[in-house]
């Protein structure tokens, strides 16, 4: 079992409606939990970190935690086509430790 | 202010050959994160560094790879002999601690081995 799993997609949402990304991990006492954005041929960038359970709202992002069942995920209201990218989830297992990095999930927004 | 800094941005390179990359980070930051992107394997940790020393580096392939960090602003990673399965983007990343703190990434060096 991979520590950080996320579906591949890619996943298609029309504009305008919402995107809803997944991500479980393996480590029961992770302590910290973020959502990466990366567009193509570009780098990382950091949307979204939480670190307690339940949701965490930005602007058009909640990333929402839930320990108990070990998921994590992000919900993009009024997607814009400038939100396909992929989006990484990232886990840091302890306070001291490195995060690791899912696969990713490609997400388009058609018009 | 000036972000993290790679060089070089591109690297095309024949088996066998020496390949350094280079990497400045965020000016008082303190962490330093090498990673390594595939499509097969995704982003990977390779090594990383807290206040210039190295902390983990399970993630360095073989003894090809080294990396050093000879003070706060410099880091290299380097590839000796490089091989065509080395070809990946490289990514450099630095934070305010080790712990809690974003990482911030640099523009990455996309490497090609023939």
């Known amino acids: 079992q991979k520590e950080v799993e996320q579906n591949s997609g890619p996943l298609s949402v029309p504009e305008g409606a919402i995107a809803s990304l997944n991500c479980t991990y393996s480590d029961r006492v992770s302590q910290s939990f973020f959502w990466y954005r990366q567009y193509s041929g570009k780098s990382p960038e950091l949307i979204m970190s939480i670190y307690s359970n339940g949701d965490k709202e930005d602007g058009r992002f909640t990333a929402q935690l839930n320990k108990a069942s070990q998921y994590v995920s992000l919900l993009i209201r009024d997607s814009q086509p400038s939100d396909s990218a992929t989006y990484l989830c990232?886990?840091?297992?302890?306070?001291?430790?490195?995060?690791?990095f899912g696969s990713g999930t490609r997400l388009s927004i058609r018009p | 202010d000036a972000g993290v800094i790679q060089s070089p941005r591109h690297e095309v390179t024949e088996m066998g050959q020496e390949v350094t990359l280079r990497c400045k980070p965020i000016?008082?930051?303190?962490?330093l994160f090498w990673y390594r992107q595939t499509m097969m394997r995704g982003l990977e940790l390779l090594i990383y560094?807290?206040?210039?020393?190295?902390?983990?580096d399970s993630g360095m392939p073989e003894d090809r790879f080294s990396a050093k960090m000879p003070n706060a602003s410099f880091s290299t990673l380097k590839i000796q002999p490089s091989e065509p399965r080395d070809s990946a983007v490289y990514f450099c990343a630095s934070s305010l601690g080790v712990s809690y703190n974003e990482q911030f990434f640099g523009p990455g060096t996309r490497l090609t081995v023939l």
């Open positions: 990232a886990v840091r297992p302890s306070s001291a430790s490195k995060i690791i």
């Open positions: 560094f807290n206040n210039n020393v190295p902390i983990d």
């Open positions: 000016s008082g930051h303190n962490s």
